[in-house]
């Protein structure tokens, strides 16, 4: 069935500093692959979303490049703040089933 | 826009009792809502889906008569929790779709239950 993979956490970076969090998925047919965010005391937010192979998904500072070759869609910032303390969840929607399947979550703690 | 809200935010109840968490969509009209249940350093598991005026779809492994879920209205959705355990002890969180999107979902801040 459809799951998604992600680098377990959590993740301290200095402020400024360069992002990866790893995400890889299985899946049937065609997905679509999304990042969430989920800060302090809120529900998830939709971060960045890409529908279709080499789609590049970008917000706020953030990219994800859907990558069909390697069944991975990491998440990438140049240059984090303390704003961007948060958990990170990556999904997929789609391929077998309609149905949101999410990662596990990387927590994200920058400091100044 | 596409603000969901969770009622309450916080629960304490006692085992043997039921409880209900109610969710909202505040500005948008949701024709489908999913409840989730997430476990310390775990994924969101999806628990089932409800369409407003029909009865929800769970997903398999999830009790439908202890976990009662209701979608009366456009905007609202409430889980029952019945006859609560302590392994019912969780972070419960609802998401709403509206008509526009086939995938996109809102969240509500999530419902921690605590079963003494």
Not at chain 1, 44 to 56: C, P, R, S
Not at chain 1, 92 to 100: D, E, M, P, V
Not at chain 2, 21 to 27: A, F, K, T, Y
Not at chain 2, 75 to 86: C, I, Q, R
């Amino acid at each position: 069935g459809n799951s998604v993979t992600q680098m377990e956490g959590p993740v301290t970076l200095s402020e400024e500093a360069f992002l990866t969090i790893n995400c890889t998925y299985t899946a049937t047919g065609y997905p679509s692959l999304f990042w969430y965010v989920q800060y302090p005391g809120e529900g998830l937010q939709l971060l960045l979303k890409a529908t279709k192979a080499d789609d590049k998904g970008s917000n706020k500072g953030f990219e994800a490049t859907y990558r069909k070759e390697t069944t991975s869609f990491h998440l990438e910032k140049g240059s984090v703040q303390v704003s961007d303390s948060a958990v990170y969840f990556c999904a997929l929607y789609g391929g077998a089933t309609n149905k949101l399947i999410f990662g596990t979550g990387t927590l994200l703690a920058v400091q100044p | 826009g596409a603000v969901v809200s969770q009622h309450p935010s916080r629960v304490i109840c006692k085992s043997g009792t039921s409880v209900k968490i109610e969710c909202r969509s505040l500005d948008f009209q949701a024709t489908t809502m999913f409840w989730y249940r997430q476990f310390p350093k775990k994924s969101l598991m999806l628990m089932a889906t409800s369409n407003e005026g029909s009865k929800a779809t769970y997903e398999q492994g999830v009790e439908k008569d202890k976990f009662l879920i209701n979608h009366a209205s456009l905007t609202l959705s409430t889980l029952t929790v019945t006859s609560a355990h302590p392994e019912d002890s969780s972070f419960y969180i609802c998401s709403a779709k509206g008509t526009l999107s086939s995938y996109e979902q809102y969240f509500g801040p999530g419902t921690r239950l605590t079963v003494t």
